[in-house]
C-alpha cells in the first residue's frame, strides 16, 4: 500500500512540474524543443496519467492543444493520447470492481441498484452509451468507468467503445485546436 502512495506522489508531481510548464512557456518553444516524436510520447505519458480525472483533465486537454497548436499530426495525437487515457481509464475500471469489497452498506445498496440496471440494457447500448459519452462530451470518464466497474460490466465489451471514443475526443479536440491556430494566422490575431 505504501508503494501506491509513493507511486501516486510521483504522478502528482509530474502533473504539477507538467502544468507550471505549460503556464510558462510558449506551445512554440515546447514543440521546437520536444520535437514531434518526442511530442506524442509526452501525449502519451500525459493522457494515461494525466487524463483520468475530473482533477487531472486540465493537463490533458492543455497537452493536446499544444501539440496540435505546435503542428503534430491530428490522428497521430488521437490514437497515441486515446490509448494513453484508455490505461488510465482501465485503472478507473479496475478500482470500481474491487468498489464492492469497500463499500459500506449503503454504498453496496447503490451498487446493486446499478449493476441491476446496467444488466437490463443490451450491451450494444451500454457500448454505444460509452462512445458517446468518452467521444463526443468533454465529461470526466472516471465517472463512467467507476460505475461500470461497479456495475461489474465486461470489460471486454467496454474496452473497444471506451478506446475509440477516447480517440475520438482527442482528434476532436486537436482539430478544434488546430482550426483556432489556423484562425490566429490568417487574422493575425
Do not use: C
Not at 510558462?24 to 480525472?53: D, K, Q, R
Not at 501539440?67 to 478500482?95: C, P, Q
Request: avoid cysteine.
Amino acid at each position: 500500500m505504501k508503494q501506491l502512495y509513493y507511486t501516486l506522489a510521483g504522478i502528482l508531481i509530474l502533473l504539477v512540474g507538467w502544468s507550471i510548464l505549460l503556464i510558462h512557456v510558449p506551445p512554440t518553444e515546447i514543440i521546437a524543443y520536444l520535437g514531434v516524436e518526442n511530442g506524442l510520447l509526452v501525449a502519451f505519458l500525459v493522457s494515461a496519467f494525466g487524463g483520468v480525472s475530473t482533477a487531472t483533465s486540465v493537463n490533458y486537454y492543455a497537452t493536446v492543444i499544444t501539440l496540435a497548436a505546435g503542428g503534430t499530426s491530428i490522428f497521430a495525437l488521437g490514437i497515441v493520447a486515446g490509448i494513453g487515457i484508455t490505461i488510465g481509464d482501465s485503472l478507473f475500471y479496475y478500482l470500481g470492481t474491487r468498489g464492492h469489497e469497500i463499500l459500506t452498506k449503503k454504498g453496496s445498496e447503490w451498487a446493486k441498484k446499478v449493476e441491476v440496471w446496467v444488466n437490463k440494457q443490451h450491451p450494444v447500448m451500454i457500448q454505444v452509451g460509452a462512445y458517446v459519452y468518452t467521444g463526443i462530451t468533454p465529461l470526466p470518464n472516471d465517472v463512467l468507468t467507476v460505475g461500470l466497474g461497479v456495475a461489474e460490466y465486461s470489460y471486454r465489451r467496454l474496452l473497444p467503445a471506451l478506446l475509440l471514443g477516447n480517440i475520438t475526443l482527442t482528434i476532436l479536440v486537436a482539430a478544434f485546436a488546430n482550426q483556432i491556430g489556423l484562425i490566429q494566422t490568417v487574422f493575425g490575431i
